[in-house]
């Protein structure tokens, strides 16, 4: 195991705990593979890691720093998750587990079809037909086998294809075993970000949700969108314009990062599905208006501003971004009449 | 050549023919016997018992059609419908679905797939899921796949040993229960001598062709017979359609007997036993009937050569008076006066024309014509009043009905009674080999 460096002491603990994780899927050869463990949960222990894991291996899979790959499935009690189960074959009728699997034999004779203990076994070998009374030697040309059924020894049923029924040992619930809770057990393998992070001895530091509240992204995400537009606009001459609405926080509002979520989403509401929504600062939002030039960003500024109301805490401006130079421009003028 | 034409049109007129009935006390003194015992005394026969029922009817729906007591569901016996088939992907879904929402509480569904090339066992397991919600056997339906073909009646018999039910309905695969169908079906249990039950059979596909709207008359008219033959425990057949039996008898009997035609072998062994046969008028299930001219002569050929194989071979002791009762010796008559009269009806117009003279051949015929349409339009009447089918829109086709009786039923039937009597093409191909080689009834 790597030894912890000053790093660690910017951390959490939880995030120290991630990391912590993360070196021993390393050290253990960049993949942690589940051991059978009958007292564990699912039946299956990262042993290397100790108990308790999952939630820490989920949350780092989801910030890819581990990938998941198919281990195997395992069947659970809907009840208490246990995977102590009995599974058996049960007779559609009374539910009793006490089957025998008996081939049905069909003479050709008189068409009788039963059970092998109903044909009387007879001297010199075969059976004598309790129908017909008539003896029965030859398989294939006297009688046949019809296949294998179960016979519930309980109530006499006979049936091809019997429902399997679970029973737990631990909460002693009885379930159908199609309704068992089936859950799936990963091996995990360190990806080429854990292994960064590893020998980095940290998390990277835009590995937050991009989005906060739904289609709000955070600014490294919406600066690459940016970065994006111009792409696009220098090799497809695609022309794109920005709108940005600066949030004039009263005295009162109880969020100190943001206007409150109906104000962004009555904002979002007023946009098309193309536009994106990004949070520059804690006051100042972009919003990227793709295909849309000056004029028509202006117009899109003005009717937004109306369908606000004059309560509205955003002041809204327009700009057709031509060059990188307007958005650094832009940026920089939003910058310093930021209040924060 | 022109005056025999001319009397020839003459006679088509229905009205020219209305004094037939002139003719009944003329015929009783006649020189013409024959005439009177071939022709109008089977034509009453069948004319009479549904006249008989209809007046009944009129003025005690009950006794024809009883209404099911409200009992609840707890008090319900359990029913198990068995359905055997080969082949059968494109209705056994239906048939199952049908069953299983029939409205009945206490019903569980037994599919037995003959060995199918198709995939009438993954349909039958889809349309168990879409009901019970689970692809295997459950409570409500298990499904058997036989491993070898073996014909129906074996089908049949793996479903009946598989059943757990007080009461044992068979349909066919290509049949569905009319909702509220097995409530009615029940009724006549409550006479603890009745050991079978025959359902009332309509014609599903009607429309389709205008074969099937013949048989659907067809089936209409019997419907009325039954009834009357029910009353005197007098019918001869519970139709591997839809026929329901107390399970008691199908186990002690072991089931069918392979090789022969299932439903009417099996009535027979019942009526040997002395139960009584029922028919219930509410018992309603829909059939898939024949749509092609082949398929529909194939069906009665093998129908008709179990007549004869069953009625006159294996179950001969019938006709002896005295052995099972006056009924069943009288049901072995009726079976071969079905056969005969045909046959002797066919011979006396061929003889009372020869010896009536060319001139009159035309009268003997269109009055024989319009005969047979009065009788037909009085039995679809009462037939439609009692059961509703057939369908009005269907009515039109008595006037081709006498023709379809004769030229594709008749000959039919009277091929395979020739057939079976003269051993040619004994071989039933709907028997597998194995089961055929095996079988000792002929």
Redesign the interface.
């Known amino acids: 195991m790597a030894e912890s460096s000053d790093a660690d002491v910017a951390l959490n603990p939880g995030e120290k705990r991630r990391l912590d994780l993360l070196r021993q899927v390393g050290d253990a050869g960049g993949a942690l593979t589940p051991v059978p463990a009958p007292s564990a949960t699912h039946g299956y222990a990262y042993a290397v890691v100790g108990e308790d894991v999952e939630n820490d291996l989920s949350h780092l899979v989801r910030r890819n720093y581990l990938e998941t790959r198919f281990f195997d499935r395992v069947s659970l009690c809907p009840r208490c998750g246990s995977h102590h189960l009995n599974l058996r074959e049960v007779c559609?009728?009374c539910r009793s587990a006490h089957l025998t699997s008996e081939g049905?034999l069909?003479h050709?004779?008189?068409?009788?079809?039963?059970i092998p203990s109903e044909f009387l076994p007879v001297a010199d070998g075969g059976y004598r037909c309790?129908?017909?009374n008539g003896v029965m030697r030859h398989p294939?040309?006297?009688f046949?086998r019809?296949?294998r059924?179960f016979v519930c020894r309980g109530?006499?049923?006979?049936?091809?294809?019997?429902?399997?029924e679970a029973v737990c040992f631990a909460c002693n619930a009885r379930m159908?075993a199609?309704n068992l809770v089936s859950t799936v057990v990963f091996t995990y393998v360190l990806t080429s970000r854990g292994a960064s992070a590893v020998r980095g001895n940290s998390f990277f530091d835009d590995d937050e949700e991009a989005a906060t509240d739904g289609r709000v992204y955070k600014r490294p995400v919406i600066l690459e969108f940016v970065e994006h537009e111009l792409k696009r606009r220098r090799q497809l001459n695609a022309k794109f314009s920005v709108l940005l609405a600066k949030y004039a926080r009263n005295a009162a509002d109880p969020n100190p990062s943001g206007p409150p979520a109906q104000w962004l989403n009555r904002l979002r509401s007023r946009l098309r599905e193309v536009d994106l929504v990004g949070q520059l600062t804690d006051a100042l939002y972009l919003v990227i208006l793709p295909e849309t030039k000056q004029g028509q960003a202006e117009a899109t500024c003005r009717r937004i501003a109306a369908g606000l109301g004059s309560e509205s805490p955003f002041t809204l401006s327009a700009v057709e971004i031509k060059e990188q130079q307007d958005l650094v421009k832009i940026l920089g003028e939003a910058g310093r009449s930021d209040p924060q | 050549m022109s005056g025999f034409l001319h009397y020839f049109l003459s006679t088509l007129d229905p009205m020219s023919n209305l004094g037939f009935s002139y003719a009944i006390p003329e015929l009783m003194t006649s020189a013409l016997p024959e005439w009177w015992l071939f022709i109008v005394l089977p034509f009453a026969f069948l004319v009479l018992p549904s006249v008989a029922v209809w007046l009944v009817y009129l003025f005690n729906p009950a006794a024809v059609r009883p209404p099911p007591p409200a009992l609840p569901d707890e008090a319900a016996p359990l029913v198990s419908v068995v359905v055997a088939g080969r082949n059968e992907s494109e209705t056994i879904g239906q048939c199952i679905r049908g069953a299983l929402l029939c409205g009945y509480p206490n019903l569980e569904v037994v599919f037995v797939d003959d060995n199918s090339e198709d995939d009438s066992v993954a349909i039958a397991r889809r349309a168990a899921l879409s009901v019970t919600g689970s692809r295997r056997d459950t409570e409500r339906v298990r499904i058997f796949p036989s491993p070898r073909r073996n014909g129906k009646p074996s089908s049949l018999n793996i479903g009946i040993r598989m059943a757990r039910g007080e009461f044992i309905a068979i349909i066919d695969a290509d049949t569905i229960l009319q909702y509220g169908s097995v409530q009615h079906w029940l009724l006549p249990f409550r006479d603890p001598a009745v050991g079978a039950v025959a359902a009332n059979i309509k014609v599903n596909n009607s429309p389709k062709t205008l074969l099937t709207r013949f048989q659907e008359i067809e089936y209409a008219l019997k419907t009325t017979a039954k009834v009357f033959q029910a009353h005197f425990n007098i019918l001869y057949i519970v139709s591997g359609m839809g026929g329901i039996f107390r399970a008691e008898i199908l186990h002690r009997l072991g089931g069918f007997d392979t090789g022969l035609g299932d439903d009417r072998d099996l009535t027979m062994m019942i009526r040997k036993q002395r139960w009584k046969v029922r028919f219930s008028v509410g018992a309603v299930v829909w059939t898939t009937c024949p749509e092609t001219l082949n398929h529909l002569v194939k069906q009665r050929v093998r129908w008709r050569r179990n007549v004869v194989k069953i009625c006159i071979s294996k179950h001969r002791d019938t006709f002896l008076l005295g052995r099972y009762g006056l009924a069943n010796a009288y049901v072995a008559l009726e079976v071969l006066g079905r056969i005969v009269l045909p046959l002797a009806l066919l011979l006396v117009v061929l003889w009372a024309s020869f010896s009536a003279g060319p001139l009159n051949v035309p009268e003997i015929l269109t009055t024989l014509y319009w005969m047979t349409n009065l009788y037909l339009l009085i039995r679809m009447s009462i037939a439609r009043d009692i059961t509703e089918s057939p369908t009005p829109r269907n009515f039109w086709l008595m006037f081709l009905f006498p023709f379809y009786a004769i030229f594709v039923i008749g000959f039919s039937q009277m091929y395979a009674e020739l057939a079976e009597l003269l051993r040619i093409g004994s071989k039933h191909y709907y028997v597998p080999d194995h089961i055929w080689e095996e079988i000792p009834w002929w």
Do not use: M, Q
């Not at chain 1, 050709?108 to 039963?114: A, D, E, L, N, S």
């Not at chain 1, 109530?155 to 399997?164: K, Q, Y």
């Open positions: 559609p009728s049905l069909h050709f004779r008189c068409g009788y079809v039963g309790p129908k017909c294939g040309t006297e046949d019809l296949g059924a109530c006499g049923v006979i049936s091809e294809n019997p429902p399997v159908p199609e």
